[in-house]
């Protein structure tokens, strides 16, 4: 199977922004395992500004663009430091893609990324991309990272997208706010209803929220690929999704009608 993985900054960090060990260590150990499995893994991970507002020691996320890029230029390096040496333990290689809106939009660009994204896999190699958050200012920022691991899976043409979130999926309400909010295990289409359920924006360290990845959802079930919605406190909930036991909230990519 071809998996688009996308972790979020409240799956990778603390809410302090410094880094959660213990669950990046685990979502590495599961990842090598499924590679090592036979499984095509690809990981869209953010954390750059998040990690390097801890890293920095600043007392919130920066709100201004320049800083923002400073605390991104410092964060993503930790990132991929960690990323190395814990994937290392497990005999896997990783690289680094940083991707603005102009590169996709940008028809060689776009094509040169695919055609490094399908070496980087037939070298067994463990792609991370992120978006280049140093120099992507409002005009080529793709703005979040649920959209860039929409646009990747389409782009490598992924069987499935898993989104790990703070969440454990789509819910009628907000389970935040709301006791009696159920979640929905399947969505199979992307209407009104579906699209009124994605409110605002998550966690404090992050961009994302639930309106970003229902936006994931519909670039990738447009184009055959499912996605998952789970919960990142569990990467071993990923070994379930690859078994397709029912995990989450998933999105049903549109079928042809013959
Ligand atoms: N690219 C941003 C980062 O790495 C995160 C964007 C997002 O969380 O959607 O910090």
Redesign the pocket.
């Known amino acids: 199977m071809k998996l688009v993985v996308k972790v ?2 409240s799956t990778l960090a603390h809410a302090s922004g410094r880094l959660n060990i213990r669950r990046m260590e685990l979502l590495c150990k599961v990842l090598s395992d499924l590679k090592n499995a036979g499984h095509e893994v690809i990981l869209v991970s ?5 990690m390097g507002v801890g890293k920095l020691k600043l007392s919130s996320r920066p709100s201004d663009t320049a800083g923002k890029q400073a605390a ?1 230029a410092v ?1 993503q390096c930790e990132l991929m430091y960690t990323y190395d040496k814990i994937f290392s333990e497990y005999d896997h290689t990783v690289a680094q893609i940083l991707l603005t809106a102009e590169d996709l939009r940008n028809e060689m660009r776009h094509k040169n990324f695919e055609n490094t994204m399908d070496r980087l896999l037939k070298m067994q190699v463990l792609p991370i991309i ?2 280049n ?1 140093t120099v992507a200012t409002e005009e080529i920022e793709i703005g ?3 959209t860039l691991a929409g646009i990747v899976a389409v782009s490598v043409g992924a069987d499935l997208l898993v989104l790990l979130s703070d969440i454990d999926g789509l819910y009628t309400a907000d389970p935040r706010k709301d006791e009696n909010a159920k979640l929905i295990e399947s969505v199979y289409e992307i209407d009104e209803h579906i699209i009124s359920l994605g409110g605002g924006k998550g966690s404090s360290l ?3 929220g639930m309106a ?1 990845k229902l936006r994931a959802a519909e670039i990738v079930t447009e184009r055959g690929c499912d996605m998952i919605i789970t919960n990142g406190e569990h990467p071993e909930a990923l070994y379930d999704i690859v078994e397709g036991k029912q995990t989450g909230t998933r999105f049903y990519a549109k079928k042809e009608i013959k």
């Not at 953010?46 to 998040?50: F, K, L, M, T, V």
């Open positions: 979020g900054t953010s954390g750059a500004i998040g991104a964060g992120n978006e958050d979040d990272n649920d992050g961009t994302g970003t």
